[in-house]
Each structure stands twice: as structure tokens, then as C-alpha cells.
């Protein structure tokens, strides 16, 4: 069984930067794809994005490419998702998640592909 803690969330000024952190317990880290989701008042949870086992590859969906940056530490069971540029509309709260079967290009945006998800941490935009 793996445990997923989420950590760094927390109230910033659009325009602003933060960076959450899930720390994986387990030795089997290194094996899974990991993702982040973020699911705001409302709406259904959606893909943030994902980084394959060796951190080679990652995905972002269209609404954080370029501000957003996935990666992994796999040494110390760590995902990352530095979030700079912060708008608005990235008020939600976040998960990260892990899976053994997520298919990175053609799935990683389907939570039901990921087997392990850690607890939200809420990001708030101000204006």
C-alpha cells in the first residue's frame, strides 16, 4: 500500500508562485506514473499534469502549460508542481496521484488509471 502526503498549498496574490509537494511512502515509488489533479467548488476533478516513472516524460494540460512545472525526485519519493503566474482560476484543491497502469500519453488524464491518491491541499488566488 502506498500513502501519498500533499503538502504546500496555501493563499497567494495572482501573479504569484507556489509549489505543492507529495511525499510517497513505500519503496516502489519509482514505478509509478504521477499526476496532480486539482478540483475547484463546483466542477469536476481535472488533470493538472503528469510525469512518467523515470521523469523523462510529463504532460500538462493546455490551461497550465508554460506557468506550471511537473517533476519528481525519485531518490526521496517525491513528486513536485511548481505553479508560477498563479490566475484565478487555478483556485482548487489540489491531488496528486500515482499509478502503476496509467498509459502517460493516451490516459494520464483519467483519475480511474491512477491506483493511489494522497489528500487535497487547497490553493486560493486572490485578486
Known amino acids: 500500500q502506498v500513502q501519498l502526503v500533499v503538502s504546500g498549498g496555501g493563499l497567494v496574490q495572482a501573479g504569484g508562485s507556489l509549489r505543492l509537494s507529495c511525499v510517497a511512502s513505500?519503496?516502489?515509488?519509482?514505478?509509478?506514473?504521477m499526476g496532480w489533479f486539482r478540483q475547484a467548488p463546483g466542477k469536476e476533478r481535472e488533470s493538472v499534469a503528469a510525469?512518467?516513472?523515470?521523469?523523462?516524460?510529463?504532460m500538462y494540460a493546455a490551461s497550465v502549460k508554460g506557468r506550471f512545472t511537473i517533476s519528481r525526485d525519485n531518490a526521496k519519493n517525491t513528486v513536485y508542481l511548481q505553479m508560477n503566474n498563479l490566475k484565478l482560476e487555478d483556485t482548487a484543491v489540489y491531488f496528486c496521484?500515482?499509478?502503476?497502469?496509467?498509459?502517460?500519453?493516451?490516459?494520464?488524464?483519467?483519475?480511474?488509471?491512477?491506483?493511489?491518491w494522497g489528500q487535497g491541499t487547497q490553493v486560493a488566488v486572490s485578486s
Open positions: 510525469v512518467s516513472s523515470s521523469g523523462s516524460l510529463k
Open positions: 513505500g519503496s516502489t515509488f519509482s514505478t509509478y506514473v
Open positions: 496521484a500515482g499509478g502503476r497502469n496509467v498509459q502517460l500519453v493516451t490516459s494520464w488524464t483519467v483519475p480511474a488509471r491512477y491506483e493511489y
